[in-house]
């Protein structure tokens, strides 16, 4: 595979001329949140029916539809949408590429069968060109055609031949025998391929100008370096014969089942039985997901756990609490921008919140905002500003705090730093750069708290339109948005009995058990410290009237911790 789903790195698919969208929805229902997928397709009636994504969670594709983002035609013939689609997917694959592209074009062509391949002869030229505009160094394509006789056509073929590792033309039982319908599929795409892809793009732009005239472009590439090609062309000919056979072969069948309406094909249960046990797909209807009120479905995800987990609320940090994170290499620290609360995700904008209480119920989260079905965090609904003075704009955000349930994954036995991974990959996969009337999701900075310094460099004091004039205590995140702190959540990530030390010896961090002596520079399993751990244990140090956190602020509460009192104390004790 080119990815797995241990790996950091969500696999990236694109699929175009799609609509609506059955492809995307498989590798969705076989990768679930480890993809994240990116379409455009013609907009109107074969448009994507997300809608009707019943096997997987359509919270992780994004249509775009070339020029004008959303509000774009999806017309692939169009270079400025070719143009504006690639910019998209490469900014939100950090320039990468997808990983595979999957294109399933075609239009009514009735009356005109005959004429299919000449008159989807653009769209299969847009359609590898996108390829070799999305698709990332090592990358894959898959395409449907039809015939492949036209030197239009196989020169198209030509080309992917020469710009990836792999290339085979091949007609899958899922479709129909008796018709020209057959799919390229290439395998490793090569570096260099620049000159090919703007070949492609300068080709399109011609085909574009000769639209209302009697002239068309009927090569792409000389017939004499085709036939030159040796391998290729006699592959190419016993292709089309090969699949020409299995046509009229199915042709006469169906010819003869029309004579004979008493015949029947005994098999077909049969192999299309076996066919899905072959590919690992269960022999039962797509249905549409159940609905589920909230509580129930909080029960169903949390399976057993003692519910009053949830209610616990964090140790006040001060001055005799302080002793609590003595070991320092054990804790991790994030910014709070208001109260904790527990957020559950039915599907689409179905999402509720809950502040751990038993007495308190769900409540429908009034934000627009969209999540997979079965997911479960804890986060915080900070409402984040940009600018200063009358420019600044407020948005309200989900910061992720710790994640729980992901899309029915259940990861609360897993290692906190290895949650905060899957949080920032699961942020990525649901994130929608293309709705920026959408609300946020970001999963919270985490510092170590010998690292604690790093967060006061991030304060500053800033006028926020609400506050008068008068200059309040602000955080600024990795985006350039600030918010308003309220204080610091200090969360241990190591359990009892071990703890984290340092060997000045051989300068590397080491696991201690406490009780049996145990030293070990690997990663005790009993020492990862589940999320009721990291959620009862936590610590907060409130960020209130009378605690100065920035050189700004003149008054100090001797009751309450100060930056000093802290750093000092983290100081004093970090090996």
Known sequence: PLIKERDAELLYFADVCAGPGGFSEYVLWRRKWHAKGFGMTLKGPNDFKLEDFYSASSELFEPYYGEGGIDGDGDITRPENITAFRNFVLD????????????????????????????????????????????????HFVCKTFDLFTPFSVGLIYLLYCCFERVCIFKPVTSRPANSERYVICKGLKLGIDDVRDYLFMVNIRLNQLRNSDMDVNLVVPLNVIKGDQDFYDYIVQSNENHCKVQIKALAKIRAF??????????QAEIRKECLQLWGIPDQARVAPSSSDPKSKFFELIQGTDI?????????????????????LDYRCMVSGSEQKFLLGLGKSQIYTWDGRQSD?????????????????????????????????????????????????????????????????????VSKPSRPDMNPIRVKEVYRLEEMEKIFVRLEMKIIKS?????????????????????????????????????????????????????????????????????????????????????????????????????????????
């Open 92 to 139: 939100n694959t950090d320039h990468k590429g997808v990983h595979f592209l999957m294109a399933d074009g075609g239009f009514s062509v009735e009356g005109q069968e005959n004429l299919q391949e000449i008159l989807s002869k653009q769209l299969m030229l847009c359609q590898f060109l996108t390829a070799l505009s999305i698709v990332r160094t090592g990358g």
């Open 361 to 429: 119920r769900w409540t429908k989260l009034d934000l627009k905002t969209e999540l997979p079905r079965d997911t479960l965090l804890s986060v915080e609904i900070v409402h984040e500003l940009k600018g200063e003075g009358k420019a600044q704009r407020k948005i309200s955000a989900i910061h992720i705090l710790d994640v729980l349930v992901l899309n029915g994954n259940d990861v609360r036995k897993q290692h906190f730093n290895q949650r905060y991974v899957l949080a920032e990959k699961f942020v990525k996969a």
């Open 467 to 575: 506050s008068g004039g008068i200059p309040r205590l602000s955080y600024t995140g990795r985006d350039d948005r600030h918010f308003v702190p309220t204080g610091l959540y200090i969360v241990r990530t190591v359990n009892d009995p071990w703890t984290m030390a340092y060997s000045k010896n051989s300068k590397r961090k080491f696991f201690f058990n406490k009780m049996t002596k145990q030293a070990t520079y690997d990663l005790p399993s009993d020492s990862i410290a589940p999320f009721h751990v990291c959620h009862y244990s936590r610590l907060f140090w409130e960020w209130g009237e009378g605690v100065k956190v920035h050189d700004s602020q003149k008054r100090q509460d001797p009751e309450k911790l100060s930056k000093e009192d802290v750093l000092s104390f983290i100081q004093a004790h970090y090996p």
């Open 308 to 328: 009053d987990t949830f209610s616990y609320k964090p140790t006040p940090l001060n001055s005799s609490t302080l002793e609590k994170i003595r070991q320092v």
């Open 258 to 267: 029309v004579q004979d309406t008493t015949l029947i094909e005994p098999r």
